[in-house]
């Protein structure tokens, strides 16, 4: 072990090392709680732990029985748990299809998934390209930047697609960004006819990007699959149209993979 190895710092906030107390007072064996025997396991005060016990039932992270009065997890946990869950299967069912799309083109291969009305990049392999595209792992976008967010808002109503503009107002992050929203619609609607994004230059200068969808069992676009292109890269492969069916087929044996049928 390296005894030179530097120990970050871990800053805790009191209110949330509580909440946090609170939810794991829940077990397999303690599955409904009443207000004091949270108190009790957690060493609150009942008013302090009613008073965060409230806030996580705002949020759907607890859930009070009417007739008991006991609190028991709630849906949003479940919710977060199913994106844990199909980001694991979904990873192991992407990852040789990625890994032989990035040796086919030389370009850097990425996944990313939509969570909270935002991209997450949850895999990726590198590209030989001379441009280095970050997109690492775990890093978190606004929905429609780059290829990947273009295609999963793609799928997504139209009423939400208003909501996420609001909230994450679009940038300029290359002089050839799209800062229209009604424009930014109008692409959406090609991705979502053509089943597939050409960004060419919208997220970073330099690089051409080339996703598709994925879906599941239940025919849903869970994720994003693409090929960032850059200047220098090594590959056998010239024609765009060619890295596009590439693209398409791998986002198809994956979803197949997951449980999707074409029919």
């Not at 609170?22 to 009790?40: G, H, P, V, Y």
Request: proline share 3%.
């Amino acid at each position: 072990m390296n005894q030179n190895k530097k120990i970050e710092p871990v800053y805790r906030v009191q209110a949330v090392e509580r909440t946090l107390d609170i939810l794991d007072c829940f077990s397999f064996e303690k599955r409904e709680m009443s207000l004091a025997q949270i108190a009790r396991n957690t060493g609150l005060h009942k008013t302090t732990a009613k008073r965060l016990i409230a806030n996580l039932m705002a949020r759907d992270y607890l859930h009070q029985d009417l007739a008991t009065k006991n609190y028991t997890l709630g849906l949003r946990l479940f919710e977060l748990g199913g994106i844990v869950f199909t980001s694991f299967s979904l990873r192991k069912a992407a990852a040789p299809h990625m890994t032989h799309l990035r040796n086919e083109t030389g370009a850097t291969v990425i996944l990313g998934i939509n969570m909270d009305n935002q991209l997450v990049y949850i895999d990726r392999r590198g590209g030989t390209g001379m441009i280095y595209v970050t997109s690492e792992i775990g890093w978190i976008r606004p929905l429609h930047f780059g290829m990947l967010g273009r295609v999963l808002m793609a799928y997504l109503d139209e009423e939400v697609v208003d909501k996420i503009l609001i909230d994450y107002p679009l940038e300029k992050n290359t002089p050839f960004s799209i800062t229209d929203n009604q424009t930014l619609k109008r692409h959406l609607q090609t991705i979502r006819k053509q089943g597939y994004a050409i960004e060419k230059e919208q997220a970073v200068e330099g690089t051409t990007g080339i996703a598709a969808p994925i879906r599941d069992y239940s025919r849903k676009v869970i994720a994003a699959l693409g090929v960032a292109l850059t200047p220098g890269r090594r590959a056998p492969i010239k024609d765009l149209n060619t890295i596009v069916d590439m693209v398409k087929k791998a986002c198809d044996d994956i979803s197949t993979d997951l449980g999707y049928l074409k029919i």
